[in-house]
């Protein structure tokens, strides 16, 4: 019998998108039973974010995500294109973020820390609830949100978000660097790894009272957060810190 009369649906994802799928469905067509509801709640029903989907094609023509699947439909599911020209194609994600701000889960703070030593906006609070990092994603100048949470990127009011693949907090921050393009926009020692304020500079006799004597007397240059007032000076701890942003930032 066909797709359609035993009520079936066939979907095929690529690339990346298989990540989110049970091997055995990873790479290939399956069929599920049919049941009445748009693409986009299909598609989240499997597993895959659609903060991840970036065009669906049913039975061979473009469709948005309010596409109702219909018995026998036959739906290929694809993530961002780098290479391919799909003008003219329904692509689904939204337009990218002039400026990459970040809002991070609460179980990425070494990764936040890590961007903001690259000198990118990234919000961060262990206290952050699933509402409230869909609210600041969603909110004001809009941020990417960050996770390892398949759930909290498949909340309708998100719209730019990206499930993280790598667990070591290193190898996470290379991959954001790689997904976004980051690498030229990289201003290390910009911004407080404490609280994300832009660090600005900071005469010696401003901070004079704020740092031990011995460093007042052995350095010159100091950066001070606007925001938290922590200073910044290029001590020991610069020389690691600058190891750790070489080390991001070469080839693999």
């Known amino acids: 019998m066909s797709a359609a009369r035993n009520g079936q649906v066939h979907f095929r994802f690529y690339e990346e998108l298989n990540d989110f799928l049970p091997p055995a469905r990873r790479k ?16 989240e029903s499997l597993g895959v ?21 219909r018995p026998g439909d036959r739906i ?5 294109f780098e ?22 889960d609460t179980h990425l703070g070494k990764l936040a820390r890590y961007l903001r030593l690259l000198g990118f906006d990234a919000s961060y609070s262990n206290t952050y609830s699933d509402a409230e990092l869909a609210a600041i994603s969603a909110e004001g100048d809009k941020r990417i949100l960050l996770t390892r949470d398949h759930g ?8 730019h978000g990206y499930f993280v693949r790598e667990t070591v907090p290193e190898k996470q921050a290379r991959e954001v660097l790689r997904r976004f393009d980051l690498k030229r926009r ?6 407080c790894l404490q609280c994300n304020g832009v660090l600005r500079r900071a005469p010696k006799e401003e901070i004079a009272n704020r740092v031990p004597p011995g460093v007042v007397r052995d350095f010159d240059t100091f950066s001070v957060c606007p925001d938290c007032g922590r ?7 610069y020389d690691r810190l600058q190891g750790i942003v070489d080390h991001l930032l070469d080839e693999e």
Do not use: C
């Open 186 to 191: 990289v201003q290390a020692f910009s911004r």
């Open 49 to 69: 974010p659609h903060t991840e989907v970036d065009l669906i094609l049913a039975n061979g023509v473009s469709v948005d995500f309010s596409y109702l699947v």
């Open 83 to 104: 290479s391919f020209d799909i003008a003219g194609l329904t692509r689904l994600r939204p337009e990218p973020l002039r400026q990459p701000r970040f809002v991070l």
């Open 28 to 43: 290939q067509d399956f069929a599920i039973p049919y049941n009445r509801a748009s693409a986009k709640d299909m598609i």
């Open 231 to 237: 200073v910044y000076w290029a001590g020991s701890h």
């Open 152 to 159: 909290l990127l498949k909340r309708a009011q998100v719209t």
């Open 76 to 80: 290929s599911v694809y993530p961002e």
